[in-house]
C-alpha cells in the first residue's frame, strides 16, 4: 500500500491487532473483572517476561505438540541464544516457582496472569499470532475439589461478563501409570487406519497418537472418535480422582459432559483436562482449557509439587461476552477569551483534583460552536466560562443530558457533578 506521498505504509505484522480505543474499554472491563474475581479466591498476580529460553517450551509444553512443532516465534539473539515468545503461560509460572523457589512458601500458591501470548497459527476469526490469555495456575493441591473450583471460578468469570450458552467438557487424561498401556492400544488403533489419517497424524501416530484427538481436519476427528478411550484404561487413582472431580461439580451445579476424546494441545497434562466451549459452531469454539500437570515440576528439576490451571482467550470471551461499558462522563469547558481560557485551566485543574474528568480545547471557538462540539464529544457536561463569570467567580454548568443548568462556584458545581455521579452508580 502507498500513502499520500508515494511513500510506502507500514501495517502491522499479519494476525496482530491493534486495540483502539473505541475497543479497550471492553479489554479493561474483562481484565478487571477477572483480577477482582481471582482475587476473591486467594490468587495472587505473578508477571513473568514475554521472551523466555526456547527450551523451556521445547521441555514444557512438549516436543510433539503443535505449537513446539508448528507455532512458536523463535528467534535467535545478538548473544547466540534461542529465545521464544511465549506461546503459553504454565512452563514460565514453573520456572519462576523453581528459580525463586517459591515452593518454600505455604501451599498451595495461586497465581494468575494477563498478558499476550504469540503463536505463529493460520490466522483468521478467533485465531491471532499475538493474542491474549487469563491465566490462573494453582500449585500443590492434590484434592480434586480444586479441579471444580477453578472450573467454578471459571464460570463465574464468564457469567459476570455475560457469557451465556458455554458447556464444559471434562475428561481424564490419566497418569504415568496408566497412560502407557492406553497408548500402546492407541497406536495400534491408529496405525491401522494410518492412510486414511492427514499427513501430519501420520506422524503422531508414530510419534503421540494422543495428540491426533487435537487435529482439526474433520475425518481425523471421525476416525479418533473410534479408537479406544482412556477413560476405559485409568488406574486406581485417576478413577478415584475423576470421580470425585465430578462430584464436585455437581455440587457446584455445573453441568458439564465426559469427552473422552478431549486431551488438549499440550503434552504435560495429567487426570484432569477439560475445555469450556460456546454453542457457536466452528474449530475457534473453545473460549478456556485447562488441566492438571502433576508432573511437570518435577520434570524442571524442581520439587515434587503437583499443579492445575486454565487459560482463556480474551478475543473469543469478548466476541461472545454482553459487557455494559458505563457511559463516561465528563466537563467540557466552553469559553471565550484569553482570559477565560487561563481561567479555564485552572478550574480543570482543581476539577480533576476532585477526580472529575475535564476537557478544555484550545481552538478558538464561539459559544455556539463549543456547544456543538461537546454535544458531538458526548460531554455530559459543560462549563461555561464567560466574561460575566469571570466577573462574578459564578460559572454556569449546563447538564447536556437533562437539559437542566446550574449556577455557582466551583466548589458548589464539583458537588453538583460529583452527586450526581453518586446517584447514577448507586
Ligand atoms: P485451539 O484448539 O483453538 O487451537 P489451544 O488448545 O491451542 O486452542 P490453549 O493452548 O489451551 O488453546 O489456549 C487456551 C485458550 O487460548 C484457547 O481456548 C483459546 O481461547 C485461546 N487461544 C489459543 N490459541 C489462540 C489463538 N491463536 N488466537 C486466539 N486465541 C487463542
Ligand atoms: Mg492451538
New binding site residues.
Partial sequence: MSGEQGKKVISAIKGTKDILPSEVRLWQIAEATAREIFELYGYRELRAPVIEPTELFERGTGASS??VTKEMYTFTDKGGRSITLRP?YTPSVVRAIIEHRLDLQPQPLRFYYIGP?F?Y?RPQK????Q?H?IDIEVFGEKDPAIDAEILEMAHRLLSSLGVTGVFTLVNSVGCKKCRPAYGQKLREAALAVKEQLCPDCQRKSELNPLRIF?C?VESCRALAAGFPRITDFLCEECREHFKKFREYLDLYGISYRVEPTLV???DYYTKTAF?IVTEEAG??N?????GRYDDMVREFGGPDLCGIGF???V???LSVARIKVPERSFVYFAYLGEEAKKESLKLARNLRSEGIECLVEFKERKMKDHFSRANKLGAEWVLIVGEDELRKGKFQLKDMTKARQFEGSLIELASIIKGKKILETG
Wanted: charged share 40%; net charge neutral.
Fill in positions: 503443535d505449537i503459553e501470548m503463536r497459527d478467533g485465531r491471532y499470532r493474542f490469555q487435537d482439526k488438549r494441545g499440550l475445555e474449530a475457534q473453545a473460549i478456556c482449557g485447562g487459560a482463556m482467550g478475543e473469543r470471551l
